[in-house]
């Protein structure tokens, strides 16, 4: 009997230990003009998941993070915005959201994080053409988004340069520059040139890789073709081991690199398919997913622990591999390299029939690797060999 109440009493502090160690942000919000029913999703990172039901015009719920993070929040129901909301966490803080509409991304966000206060900042500097792309969206006048999100932009390129470099701004930089890779002829390009040179210039410590990334959406380096030489990169795996890129080709096999993000369906639904050709060709082909997600929703998320191929991440979501792959920046984008490192396929989205015509076209005669004539990847416009 006293050996069984040591060992119980030795199991509940186990599990008092754990919970002591479980840091996390608490974030509550209220407006009397939400539906009952409204779903609250958010995450620690760049994708989320339902976390809560509005009931009574109030929501509240709690994430796990272990440091300063910047979360997204999204609120499904009827008047609601179709946008995510950026929102800074960080341990053992609570954020509280307030406002008197749906219009969500312009409430007041009362928060003690610092970063928090550099997004209120830019929210109430550009709280017009937020509103104007809020209606927009429900108006669905699509004919004019692209002129308001240029806008929208531009006040931000200009409030910039009088906040902190932090976190908070950062991320701002980065969602501006992202697109430029898919933009012709952005207007505001010396402008947004002059305001990377002054962030790199007063960032703090600690921002290098941010910093980095931002820099090759500005100054994108020449992606490689078809028919042109792969090159080579270091990655790593979830549990942190370092990799180099080439040293997947062995064994004269071909390598498929796919660029993928937790909240893209597409890179999901294409999952099934991946993995039945992979079991089958295992001889023939080598699989890299590429992913393009921060390393804590890459590294804690169910489905990429799934994954039954290489599963890497270059550390800075994926940007520097895919700058010189990836002609947009959308995924799922997929690169297949020949075993003497030339790249033949290059695509843009899932199709069903992708890889199993691909598993296929292994078995045609010896290709041309200079160009992806020869092979025939969509099983739907299939060519015999």
Not at 84 to 93: H, S
Not at 96 to 108: Q, R
Not at 207 to 226: C, K, N, R, S
């Amino acid at each position: 009997m006293i050996k069984k109440t040591i060992f119980t009493m030795m199991l509940a502090l186990v599990a008092m230990t754990g919970l002591a160690q479980t840091k996390t942000v608490t974030v509550t919000g209220y407006s009397p003009a939400l539906k009952d029913g409204t779903l609250v999703l958010a995450g620690a990172g760049m994708s989320g998941t339902v976390v809560d039901t509005v009931q009574s015009g109030r929501f509240a719920f709690t994430l796990p993070v272990e440091e300063l993070t910047v979360g997204t929040l999204f609120l499904e129901g009827e008047g609601c915005p179709d946008l995510t909301f950026f929102l800074m966490m960080k341990p053992d803080v609570t954020v509280k959201l307030t406002g008197t509409d749906c219009l969500y991304p312009l409430w007041n966000v009362d928060s003690p994080i610092p970063e928090q206060q550099t997004l209120n900042r830019i929210t109430e500097h550009c709280r017009d053409v937020i509103k104007e792309r809020i209606e927009n969206e429900q108006n669905k006048d699509w004919d004019k988004l692209d002129s308001i999100n240029m806008v929208f932009m531009k006040q931000e390129i200009d409030i910039l340069p009088s906040l902190p470099v932090d976190a908070a701004s950062l991320i701002v930089l980065w969602r501006i520059s992202r697109p430029l890779k898919n933009m012709k002829d952005f207007p505001y390009m010396e402008e947004l040139k002059s305001l990377e040179k002054s962030f790199a210039a007063r960032a703090p410590k600690g921002f290098e890789d941010q910093l980095a990334e931002i820099h090759t959406y500005i100054y994108p380096p020449q992606v490689l073709q078809v028919g042109e030489e792969a090159a080579d990169a270091e990655l790593f795996d979830i549990q942190g081991n370092k990799h180099r890129l080439f040293d997947a080709f062995a064994n004269g096999r071909y390598v498929l690199l796919d660029f993928w993000s937790i909240g893209c369906g597409p890179c999901r639904l294409s999952e099934p398919e991946m993995r039945e050709v992979y079991g089958r060709m295992k001889d023939k082909l080598e699989i890299i997913g590429i992913n393009q997600d921060n390393l804590s929703t890459w590294k804690n998320n169910d489905f990429s622990k799934s994954i039954v191929w290489k599963n890497w991440n270059d550390g800075k979501m994926g940007s520097s591999v895919a700058s010189r792959y990836c002609d947009v920046g959308a995924v799922p984008y997929y690169v297949l390299i020949s075993p003497d490192k030339r790249i033949v396929w290059k695509a843009v989205g899932y199709q069903p029939g992708y890889f199993l015509g691909m598993a296929e076209s292994f078995n045609c005669p010896k290709q041309n690797n200079s160009s992806n004539l020869g092979l025939v990847v969509s099983r739907r416009h299939q060519t015999r060999c």
